[in-house]
């Protein structure tokens, strides 16, 4: 066991990484099509890749973009779809990435608080009815960065009548969807609303490996275009030996199998975990959440997780304030990742903090 235990980090553990796998992937992708793939390439991604995500989505090819990742695809939608100075719409905490570009490609941003089941509805309508129509909401729905949480199908339904009401643009960013733990798949926003309306993002960094860097985005195919123009002119087109690699992991059947042994190895994390909230102190607020890679707690009154940060490290412990989730207050949340550490690795972090957050009180 490593001295220090990250819950910091988004990533999956490493056995979720299938090696094996993606060698042999890669080396059906290199004798299928080992030119094309070893060339540049269009900037909008391999188009075997694109077809096969275009299936999955019930899309056309040309509304498929695919990305270094989906951050890059949210990063393209800021700098082309977007202009300084508009209102963006953000779940209150949020993905501390998305912030920190909104707020370095100069946003305004409209923070609407998360609920245990998804974004305030009632609190974004109130906003729009006083003016505060925002040009894009930028939504997690299912078992949300940071909070874990999960719009339920009659917030996902209000929130799409009301961007019809108003007029706004959804962006649905559902990287951990496919990692549902127990429940009931929830349709996506997407699926219920005209491309124009919902566009829609994903990746898979989480259902597959985060080094291959293949995300992408569903819009009309104009933007599609837009982004390739903007891809061609700054890396001329994606790593294509990934894609390939993982079109093949697509069209031989392996990404239904490979989503069910991750989902596995999170669910015996999050049990873990769940299990080490013993060790928190009284008063300590969470919601177990159904899927994905997060758990975030809220502390008792007279703790601060900003403060505890630093003893906690020093206690071998990491985690990502919920400070950095929020454009302002958050001081007693934290997100505690449990994706990429082993659940002995869990139980034994969660007994470190327990021990400082208690010692605090
Ligand atoms: C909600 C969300 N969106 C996007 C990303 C970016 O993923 P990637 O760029 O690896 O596809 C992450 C990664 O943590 C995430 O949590």
């Not at 990063?75 to 912030?99: H, I, K, N, Q, S």
Request: aromatic share 8%.
């Amino acid at each position: 066991m490593s001295d220090s235990i990250s819950f910091a980090r988004g990533a999956p553990c490493p056995e979720a990484l299938s090696t094996d796998l993606i060698a042999e992937c890669s080396q059906k992708a290199l004798a299928a099509d080992g030119v094309r793939l070893l060339s540049y390439g269009t900037g909008q991604g391999y188009p075997p890749l694109r077809e096969v995500i275009a299936d999955m989505r019930g899309v056309n090819a040309d509304q498929v973009f695919v990305t270094n990742g989906s951050l890059q695809g949210f990063v393209f939608l800021l700098e082309t779809f977007l202009e300084p100075g508009d209102l963006v719409a953000v779940e209150a905490p949020t993905y501390d990435r998305a912030l920190l570009q909104l707020n370095l490609h100069g946003m305004k941003i409209l923070p609407i608080p998360v609920e245990v089941d998804g974004i305030d509805v009632g609190a974004l309508e109130a906003a729009c009815s006083a003016g505060n129509v925002p040009k894009m909401l930028y939504t997690i729905p299912n078992f949300q960065n940071p909070s874990g949480a999960t719009m339920s199908q009659a917030k996902r339904q209000a929130l799409l009548e009301l961007a019809e009401r108003f007029d706004f643009t959804i962006l649905e960013d559902d990287p951990y969807g496919p990692l549902r733990f127990e429940g009931e798949h929830l349709p996506g926003l997407a699926e219920g609303a005209p491309v124009e309306r919902v566009m829609f993002t994903s990746s898979f960094s989480k259902t597959v490996a985060p080094g291959l860097r293949v995300g992408y985005v569903i819009m009309t195919p104009e933007m599609a275009a837009t982004f390739a123009t903007t891809a061609n002119q700054t890396y001329i087109s994606p790593a294509f030996l990934a894609q390939g690699a993982l079109h093949q992991l697509i069209i031989n059947g392996h990404l239904e199998p490979n989503i069910a042994k991750v989902t596995d190895l999170m669910r015996e994390r999050r049990d873990a975990m769940v299990a080490g909230l013993s060790e928190m102190p009284e008063g300590t607020v969470c919601t177990p959440p159904e899927g994905g890679f997060f758990l975030w707690m809220e502390l008792p009154e007279s703790l601060s997780a900003d403060a505890l940060f630093a003893p906690a490290k020093d206690a071998g412990v990491v985690y990502v304030k919920g400070s950095a989730c929020v454009l302002e207050g958050g001081e007693r949340t934290l997100r505690l990742a449990f994706s990429g550490v082993s659940p002995a690795e869990i139980t034994e972090g969660m007994t470190r903090l327990g021990t400082v957050f208690r010692a605090a009180t």
